[in-house]
């Protein structure tokens, strides 16, 4: 049905319609007029470098909000006082920038915003997706900057200066300071070392040798004392806790060879382990810092629930109608709410009639009849006419709000998964502190003068390095693998989790189906007039309506002449053509006929043809489904859709396990009853009303076109529009696991080779040391296989 | 080899003014992003505009 798809936002070009865009001597298609101008935009500022540098886009995305208009209420002074901390003549605001999905957008933002007059600096974080401005205030205003912004196709957001805060920021500032400090530290030290092993060899004189390790302690010190300092502070909760983990025996073994090291030093003992130690504390210090950049890739949770309601309200009062943030919204309160807009709080509707489509928050594909005492939910959306609602409950007390906590409690309930790194490192710990002690007192009884330095050989050579490494390595090399196979995982354990999984459950609405209505089939009842005819005047009768299942019949140009149209909220449009009247919507109210499935199209009372809409399928859902059934995976579908609407998706895939009108409660309970019979489950899921389940099954992923609160809460975020990489995915993670496997095989070896010799004495430090990087370094090799992984 | 008094502590001092430069470099917020100047290297700045027409 596409010519194509959009070049400025990827969706399918209609091929009617004739929108191009001259691009480097070329012309190419573009599906809106909005599009041309962006696209147009970008290359007359002479960017259009930025289509050849970003990545594949998502469909949608960068595709321009239809009103610019409104971003002018926060020229204003009180939006500005809500929003930006102002200071002598210029103000700074931080902004979230939503529909930023590559490096190449963050590149034209900040060009962008260095050529907005009055600006001074901007800069943008691609990760958080968040952008800092400071601008004089009196060039340009906060609401030019967001029209700039949304001119680009991007969906700011102001955030208020609480939100705003980046503690993540912060902690890799603190990483990366540490890291560079064991780095340079490591690479100094070492070098001190090999004069100093050298001079074991050849001869060294005796100043010189002191000299060197008074040097060396000199930079050991900060690294023991500044990068590695996490690592106690972790040990010592551990210890708190009852539950030492893997940082307590590295937190010894820092502490000891660096006390036993100057004890050495001021001795003239023959060897010092500085080395040992800077290595020891780059390596793990290394390890932590690709960790926590994993991490801070996950979307933040503040910013996901405000980015569904809107930023502001127009308010009504005895004085009249006035815009305010939606913040300053309290109970009891008249909100104006025009169609297409979103509802901002729970209320009821005290003016007005309309069609709510609450699809985000309960699964619900049709839209909801509302007529005055109705309830109205924060976060839906009002798609008919203009309504009045009084507010009742705002913020975190709204039905979105406790979704949101729902999922929060959810994510804690979680099954405590036990990964095998960790099950068989805290034996492993305790192993090694029981071995090093025993060797030590065994040592201290029959030869006090090297009870020491075998000690220190244990502790070092059973280090669990290359354990600590074998599976941090492979779900990194893994999660970067996966990136490129366009999933971004947020969190590290769903590979495992993955990997084990015993079944898939599907939400329908957006995620096996496009979540856009389409026209599956059309039935002519009046053989006066053709498919093609009747096509054309449903498209022109739709203009008007804002309602989904109109999108399924908008076409760009259309010559039809129509006037007087209408909306009849809940029955459908109408309008004159040529003087007769066309109607479209439900058979009653086309001709008065009793009510049957379809959308009909009629003329002065008499029907012309029945169109059957449906959600289109995912191009490869299908495939996707039965390649998970090759996996051994059993999949199912869960929808808070109606049962016919799900039978009907279920047996098109080939999906005997299905349950419909679901609630997120029924979701999570038929998550939880699968969980206790023993079974791993991956939930699969776009909307709100999923963020629950998302956050309560064993690993979870979301499609990125979807809530940003399933986003939250999901593991893995899917970044194209297709959902076979879903496959891909349980394929790597397995693979993922096996070489988990090797890994700690090959690490327990070592060891178990390496701790007789060590505790019988046959080891020095820096051979222990040796050993232990050696073994480090095959166990990141064999992860860095992963990458390789489908590659051709 | 008595050179090496002199020129160890020299590299220590060289040491330190790369740490705290670094430390300065992070605390003013250069390495906050570290994703798009990879990108920014190979994107031109210098691609002209297009002559407008009415210009």
């Keep these: 049905m596409s010519a194509g798809a959009c070049f400025h936002c990827a969706l399918p070009v209609d091929p009617r319609d004739q929108y191009y865009v001259e691009i480097d001597g070329q012309l190419k298609p573009v599906c809106c007029p909005g599009c041309k101008a962006v696209a147009e935009l970008i290359r007359d500022t002479g960017m259009s470098n930025y289509y050849a540098m970003r990545e594949a886009p998502q469909p949608g995305a960068g595709r321009p909000a239809d009103d610019a208009a409104e971003w002018q209420v926060y020229d204003r002074e009180d939006m500005l006082a809500a929003f930006a901390e102002s200071g002598e003549g210029t103000a700074e605001a931080t902004i979230y920038v939503g529909g930023m999905y590559c490096a190449a957008c963050s590149w034209l933002i900040e ?4 050529r907005v007059p009055g600006m001074v600096s901007a800069d943008i974080n691609p990760v958080t997706h968040r952008l800092r401005v400071r601008w004089h205030t009196a ?7 967001l029209a700039t912004l949304a001119n680009l196709g991007y969906d700011p957001q102001p955030l208020a200066p609480e939100s705003a805060a980046r503690p993540e920021l912060l902690e890799q500032r603190a990483a990366l300071k540490r890291l560079l400090v064991a780095s340079l530290g490591m690479m100094q030290v070492m070098m001190f070392a090999v004069g100093l092993y050298a001079g074991d060899f050849q001869g060294m004189d005796e100043t010189m040798q002191r000299f060197l390790r008074i040097v060396s302690f000199f930079v050991t010190t900060p690294v023991v004392f500044y990068s590695a300092r996490p690592f106690y502070r972790s040990a010592w909760r551990g210890v708190l806790a009852r539950a030492p983990g893997m940082d307590l025996p590295v937190s010894i073994a820092i502490t000891a060879a660096y006390v036993g090291s100057i004890y050495a030093t001021l001795t003239n003992a023959p060897a010092v382990w500085f080395d040992s130690v800077v290595m020891f504390v780059f390596f793990l210090t290394l390890g932590r810092f690709l960790e926590m950049r994993a991490r801070h890739r996950s979307i933040d949770r503040s910013t996901a629930l405000s980015n569904v309601l809107p930023n502001t309200v127009t308010r009504c009062s005895t004085e009249g109608q006035v815009t305010i943030p939606s913040s300053q919204l309290v109970a009891g309160d008249v909100v104006l709410v025009r169609p297409g807009e979103s509802i901002a709080a729970d209320g009821i509707l005290v003016d007005g009639e309309t069609a709510v489509d609450e699809a985000l928050l309960t699964g619900e594909a049709t839209p909801k009849q509302k007529s005055i005492g109705d309830t109205l939910l924060a976060g839906s959306i009002n ?43 805290s034996y492993i710990v305790v192993a090694i502190l029981v071995i090093a002690a025993a060797v030590g007192t065994f040592w201290y009884i029959t030869a006090p003068d ?4 075998v000690t220190l050989s244990v502790l ?21 693998r996966l990136a490129q196979l366009r999933l971004l995982v947020t969190n590290g354990n769903a590979i495992e989790a993955l990997a084990r999984s015993t079944r898939i459950l599907f939400d329908k609405t957006g995620t096996v189906t496009r979540g856009a209505p389409v026209i599956e089939e059309i039935e002519i009842l009046d053989n006066n007039f053709d498919e093609k005819q009747c096509l054309r005047i449903a498209a022109a009768l739709e203009t008007v309506s804002t309602h989904p299942i109109a999108s399924a019949f908008r076409t760009k140009d259309n010559d039809v002449a129509i006037s007087e149209q209408s909306v009849a909220v809940g029955n459908g449009v109408s309008g004159t053509i040529e003087n007769q009247v066309w109607r479209l919507g439900r058979a009653g109210f086309v001709a008065a006929n009793p009510d049957s499935k379809g959308v009909f199209l009629g003329v002065e009372g008499k029907l012309v043809a029945r169109f059957s809409i449906s959600d289109e399928l995912r191009d490869d859902a299908a495939d996707t489904i039965s390649h998970l059934a090759e996996l051994g995976l059993r999949a199912g579908l869960i929808s808070g859709d109606s049962e016919t609407a799900v ?3 279920a047996g098109k895939l080939g999906i005997a396990d299905y349950n419909a009108n679901c609630s997120p409660e029924d979701k999570l309970e038929i998550i939880r009853t699968a969980q206790e019979n023993g079974e791993i489950v991956i939930m699969v899921g776009d909307g709100i009303n999923d963020a629950p389940v998302l956050a309560g099954a064993d690993a979870s992923i979301a499609p990125a076109h979807g809530a940003l609160l399933a986003q939250t809460s999901a593991d893995i975020i899917l970044v194209g529009h297709e959902l076979s990489p879903v496959a891909t995915a349980i394929e790597l993670s397995r693979q993922t696991l096996k070489i988990v496997r090797q890994n700690l095989a090959w690490a327990i070896i070592y060891n178990a080779a390496a701790l007789p010799l060590a505790a019988l004495g046959y080891v020095p430090p820096w051979a222990a040391a040796i050993g232990m990087s050696a073994s480090s370094l095959i166990v990141v090799l064999n992860a860095l296989r992963i990458n390789r992984f489908g590659a051709p | 080899m008595n050179v090496l008094y002199f020129l160890i502590p020299l590299a220590l001092l060289l040491l330190a003014g790369a740490v705290w430069a670094f430390f300065w470099a ?28 009415d210009t």
Excluded: N, W
């Design chain 1, 450 to 453: 090297r009870a020491f330095v």
């Design chain 1, 139 to 145: 060039d340009v205003g906060l609401g030019g900057i």
């Design chain 1, 383 to 425: 798609l008919d006419s203009m309504i009045q609602l009084r507010v009742e409950t705002t913020g975190s007390d709204t039905t979105l709000g406790t979704i949101s906590r729902m999922s929060e409690r959810a994510r804690y309930a979680r099954p405590t998964y036990v990964q095998i790194a960790d099950r068989i490192a």
């Design chain 1, 460 to 480: 070092v050579v059973t280090c669990p390095c290359a354990l600590a490494l074998a599976t941090p390595a492979a779900f990194a090399a893994a999660g970067t």
């Design chain 2, 26 to 53: 992070v605390g003013s917020g250069q390495f906050d992003d570290l994703e798009t100047p990879a990108m920014r290297i190979i994107m031109d700045d210098d691609t002209k505009p297009p002559e407008s027409p």
């Design chain 1, 647 to 649: 039978e009907h998706t």
């Design chain 1, 111 to 114: 060009t962008t915003m260095a």
